[in-house]
C-alpha cells in the first residue's frame, strides 16, 4: 500500500526546508526548485502543496509569527511585572539556537516584504503586534512605578531598542550572545526603573 501523508505535516516539513535554504544560502535561494531538493521531494510533489513560490514564503512567515505567539503564551503567569517583563524579552531576543533561526527569517522575510505585497501585510501584523506588546509591557511596568508614565514614548523606545538588538544580534552573533542579550534586559529595566524613580521625586519636589 502507498504511504498515507498527513498534508499538515508534510506543509511544515517543507516549511522547515524552507527556513533552512533561507539560513544557509539566503532568501532568493528560496526557490520551488531548491526547497523541494531540500526536501527531498519533486517540484511536482512539492507544487501539490503549495502553487507558488509566494504562497510557500507567506506559509513560512505566518509559521515563524505562529511559532513565537505560541511560545510566549506558554510562558507561566507571572505576578511580579519586572519579571515578567524580563521573560517576555527574553523570548523575543535570539538566546538561543532556535530563537536565533527565527531572528535571521523575520529579519529576511522583513527586508524582501518591501518589494513582496502578500508579506509586506504579514509583516504589518507582525509589527503592529510587536508594538501592541510593548504598549502592553511598559502600560504593566509603568502603573507598578518601574518605567517613566509618558507610555507612547516608551513603547517606541522598548520597540526600537528590541528591534536594534535583533538587527545587531543577526549580523555579529559572535558579540550578541546569550549572556550580552540577558544583561542587556536587565540594564534596559533597571534604566527605566530608574527614570521613573527621578520623575517621581522630581514632581514631589516641585
Given at each position: 500500500m502507498p504511504?498515507?501523508?498527513d498534508p499538515?505535516?508534510r506543509r511544515?516539513?517543507l516549511v522547515?526546508?524552507?527556513?533552512?535554504?533561507i539560513?544557509?544560502?539566503g532568501?532568493?535561494?528560496a526557490?520551488?526548485r531548491?526547497?523541494?531538493r531540500?526536501a527531498?521531494l519533486?517540484?511536482?510533489?512539492l507544487?501539490h502543496?503549495?502553487?507558488?513560490?509566494s504562497?510557500?514564503?507567506?506559509?513560512?512567515f505566518?509559521t515563524?509569527i505562529?511559532?513565537i505567539?505560541a511560545?510566549?503564551?506558554?510562558?507561566?503567569?507571572e505576578?511580579?511585572?519586572?519579571?515578567?517583563?524580563e521573560?517576555v524579552?527574553a523570548?523575543?531576543l535570539?538566546?538561543d539556537?532556535e530563537?536565533r533561526?527565527?531572528n535571521?527569517?523575520?529579519?529576511a522575510f522583513?527586508?524582501?516584504?518591501m518589494?513582496?505585497?502578500?508579506l509586506?501585510a504579514l509583516r504589518?501584523?507582525?509589527y503592529?503586534?510587536?508594538q501592541?506588546?510593548c504598549?502592553?509591557m511598559?502600560?504593566?511596568?509603568?502603573?507598578?512605578?518601574?518605567?517613566?508614565?509618558?507610555v507612547?514614548a516608551?513603547?517606541q523606545?522598548?520597540?526600537?531598542?528590541?528591534?536594534?538588538?535583533?538587527?545587531h544580534?543577526?549580523m555579529?552573533?559572535?558579540l550578541?550572545t546569550?549572556?550580552s542579550?540577558?544583561?542587556?534586559?536587565?540594564h534596559?529595566?533597571?534604566a527605566?526603573?530608574?527614570?521613573?524613580?527621578?520623575?517621581?521625586?522630581?514632581?514631589q519636589t516641585?
Amino acid at each position: 500500500m502507498p504511504k498515507v501523508v498527513d498534508p499538515v505535516e508534510r506543509r511544515h516539513e517543507l516549511v522547515e526546508a524552507v527556513l533552512r535554504v533561507i539560513r544557509r544560502d539566503g532568501l532568493e535561494q528560496a526557490s520551488v526548485r531548491n526547497v523541494a531538493r531540500e526536501a527531498g521531494l519533486s517540484m511536482g510533489s512539492l507544487r501539490h502543496y503549495f502553487a507558488s513560490q509566494s504562497e510557500l514564503m507567506v506559509f513560512a512567515f505566518r509559521t515563524v509569527i505562529d511559532r513565537i505567539e505560541a511560545r510566549l503564551a506558554r510562558l507561566e503567569p507571572e505576578p511580579d511585572p519586572r519579571r515578567r517583563a524580563e521573560r517576555v524579552l527574553a523570548e523575543l531576543l535570539p538566546l538561543d539556537d532556535e530563537r536565533r533561526a527565527e531572528n535571521e527569517v523575520w529579519l529576511a522575510f522583513t527586508f524582501r516584504a518591501m518589494v513582496d505585497p502578500a508579506l509586506r501585510a504579514l509583516r504589518d501584523e507582525g509589527y503592529d503586534a510587536l508594538q501592541a506588546g510593548c504598549r502592553a509591557m511598559l502600560t504593566d511596568l509603568s502603573a507598578a512605578g518601574l518605567a517613566p508614565t509618558d507610555v507612547p514614548a516608551e513603547t517606541q523606545r522598548l520597540h526600537a531598542w528590541l528591534d536594534g538588538l535583533a538587527v545587531h544580534a543577526a549580523m555579529r552573533p559572535d558579540l550578541h550572545t546569550a549572556e550580552s542579550l540577558t544583561v542587556a534586559i536587565s540594564h534596559h529595566l533597571n534604566a527605566l526603573a530608574t527614570e521613573a524613580g527621578v520623575a517621581l521625586r522630581d514632581r514631589q519636589t516641585r
